[in-house]
């Protein structure tokens, strides 16, 4: 291979007027007994194989008919801009070899699949122009929190997935750990987090976290990744400014860097240009006035669910804090509202388009009595959280942090209905294969 | 705090002569009963606070005396630069405020502590200057390797955790599934990257990866992070020419931009130019041979030891790959050897000062029937690894990939011997706490 060097389709254009050898899958043949076209993909980019019976000779034309659907194959040939389909360039093509056939029963066909026919052929399904696109923009959000986070001198820390201790209680993995018991495969890294905060001042973890819940919606996964910034020194405002700036970041950079795969989703990039106003800051009980007057029959001290959330963020067409919920409908670790004490310091971050939350994030308790009062309260297994009482027993700290769904991050920008096509390979609880 | 801004320790030097207000952590205190010098971490750098008893008035000096280790506090005054200690600034300090007090039996004191004590309060030990270099150099590394990639246009994907499908077979986490039966702690993504590759072209996975074997050496987590590279169209000779820059891209920029650190470390950065050389490239057979001649009583067939390992790259004092081992020492994914058919097209990388591993890779087998047999000699379960086939069954592609270990290949950039330091929380048989 070495000693062939390929041109890869999406640095083709470069290559105009000159003879390249590509490697490629072929994605579509069509002939007309004089002259056929293959199209070509290769992961980067397209192009199409032009092959002229009367210039290739008979041996040659004679595999063009091997073409089937996923071949792969390489070619040697003229680049050239194609001035009817530019952007795609053709191929002249003077040698062809057929790397790796493919039989005539591939199971993805140019005709509707159900969801469930396309999740068992996953491996495959990947391989779709939809699919390409989607993984390249989850991609780039990857690399944006990154550069985010880097940046802004923040320390990337990977926090433990085996673990004895746990930050919410509903819907654990478990496996059995040597002598050790059992281990629990960690929902969120943020008391690691807080940990590390107190350590290296500011920290994001970036990971995968489990949920053994039995939810079959749009929005769930039993194993998705979040990225979880604690600061050191940060209050809930500080905390929502962060939030905000770090969701504008990541949208801009998609739309600047991913305008080709955004036309693929045929995503209305004009409903992204929210994000470049001010984020609306909405109190709680005012969500939960507004949800009412437009239906719902939420209550003050409940959670809000997802219909309540589309009622909210429709209101507004932008992305919409709500702040300082009731503890009882948050976790245990949330800071105590000193102006009303029966809510804490936090925010659900709710993306537009009825997308619904993609952050939440909290002050969190910096006192002992009151935190050890509160996981008494949810009847927590205090000697796990020993060492998570240790930071506010010895030199206890004003700190904040977020945790961002990835998934839904991605799924909102791209728009995409389904966070599980935003993640290669997605675990719900009827799908652990392929 | 919005209301009062207050500098980062890291950005003192920048405000030199201006009153600023800090937030930090005493790491130790000194009196003379006149004049009292406290020293203070924030995690992005040190000061030291300087408190005279004449100017700060009783009150405030009474206070002084309250700042044990780990008391966090918010300080007022004068920013300066102190001519005995350059790059540590002083703070003439005009206000105190205790924001969080500390008890005097803070674990852990300025004495020789035991590695499993400290472990037993890791949350405690990683404020230390050597853990948060060594946190800091780590988190330089996987930028560096984000950065490396992307500017490669690769695609980062994120292969499942929970998996039913397996790559190798020793030592697996396990846990049940819903209705679905047991899931697997992924030890490897690379069979979800080849099939990543396949739609992408290039890829690479960073993440989790998990083995539960009782391995009780320095180089052995549960719980360590891989990143996973696999390549469309590369052959194993583009696979190391890879590996190499990759390699020599993180270690130059650790020392580019983390000095300080490695200074914290005492590092001997000079070993680390070797990796501007070309590495070796040593056939399994002669490096046997090597090892051999040096004592080692290893036999051909066998995989290398740590120990032969370490007598490899003594010998070269760079970074060695070893090439092509025999079929029974390897996995079954990798391709034969056309030149010898008793061996494999792979390589481990050797890292010098007696590292050993720090990547393993090979070129995949791409032949359907080959790697069909491969599996049933390994007596692998078929129907698991159906859809893996489906990628030597429709269009199979040369490709290649390497898994490189990150806490390994930390350890060795960072000079620390053993690798339970480079993770914030590790994870060994017999520790899962804290």
Not at 7 to 12: F, Q, S
Not at 37 to 58: I, P, T
Not at 187 to 202: I, P
Request: proline share 5%; aromatic share 10%.
């Amino acid at each position: 291979m070495s000693s062939l060097p390929s041109v890869r389709l999406a640095d083709l254009s470069a290559h105009a007027g000159q003879q390249v050898t590509v490697h490629a899958w072929v994605t579509h043949l069509r002939s007309s007994g004089k002259i056929a076209f293959a199209a070509l993909r290769d992961g980067s980019g397209v192009a199409q194989a032009v092959f002229v019976k009367n210039e290739v000779g008979d041996e040659l034309w004679a595999r063009v008919a091997l073409l089937t659907t996923e071949t792969s194959v390489r070619l040697t040939g003229e680049a050239r801009v194609n001035p009817r389909a530019p952007g795609v360039l053709d191929i002249g093509v003077r040698a062809l070899e057929i790397i790796g056939p493919s039989p005539t029963d591939y199971p993805i066909q140019p005709k509707e699949h159900g969801v469930d026919f396309l999740l068992n052929h996953r491996h495959f399904w990947l391989r779709a122009p939809r699919q390409t696109a989607i993984m390249r923009i989850r991609s780039e959000v990857e690399q944006a929190i990154h550069d985010f986070f880097y940046a802004r001198d923040f320390v990337r820390c990977d926090t433990p997935i085996l673990t004895a201790a746990i930050g919410e209680r509903a819907g654990l993995f478990s496996t059995e750990y040597f002598d050790e018991g059992t281990a629990y495969l960690a929902q969120t890294g943020q008391l690691y987090g807080e940990a590390l905060a107190a350590s290296l001042g500011r920290i994001y973890t970036f990971g995968p976290t489990f949920r053994a819940e039995k939810s079959k919606t749009r929005r769930h996964l039993t194993e998705f990744w979040m990225i979880e910034p604690e600061m050191a020194w940060y209050d809930q405002d500080d905390n929502m400014d962060l939030q905000e700036e770090l969701v504008r970041f990541l949208v801009t950079r998609v739309l600047e860097r991913r305008p080709a795969d955004l036309a693929v989703l045929e995503r209305d990039t004009s409903k992204l240009d929210c994000v470049l106003q001010p984020f609306v800051r909405l109190d709680y009980g005012d969500a939960v006035k507004l949800a009412q007057s437009r239906g719902s029959d939420v209550q003050w001290g409940e959670d809000l669910g997802a219909p309540d959330e589309a009622l909210i963020v429709a209101e507004y067409e932008r992305p919409v804090f709500v702040m300082n919920y009731p503890k009882e409908a948050k976790a245990f670790y949330m800071k105590e509202n000193p102006a009303d004490p029966r809510t804490v310091l936090c925010s659900d971050l709710l993306a537009p388009e009825g997308r619904g939350e993609i952050i939440g994030g909290s002050q969190r308790e910096d006192d002992y009595e009151k935190i050890l009062h509160r996981l008494k309260e949810e009847k927590l297994p205090l000697e796990a959280y020993d060492w998570y009482l240790d930071l506010r027993r010895y030199g206890s700290f004003v700190h904040s942090g977020f945790g961002l769904g990835l998934e839904r991050t991605v799924a909102w920008i791209a728009g995409v209905e389904h966070i599980r096509e935003v993640i290669p390979f997605p675990r719900m609880m009827d799908r652990l294969r392929p």
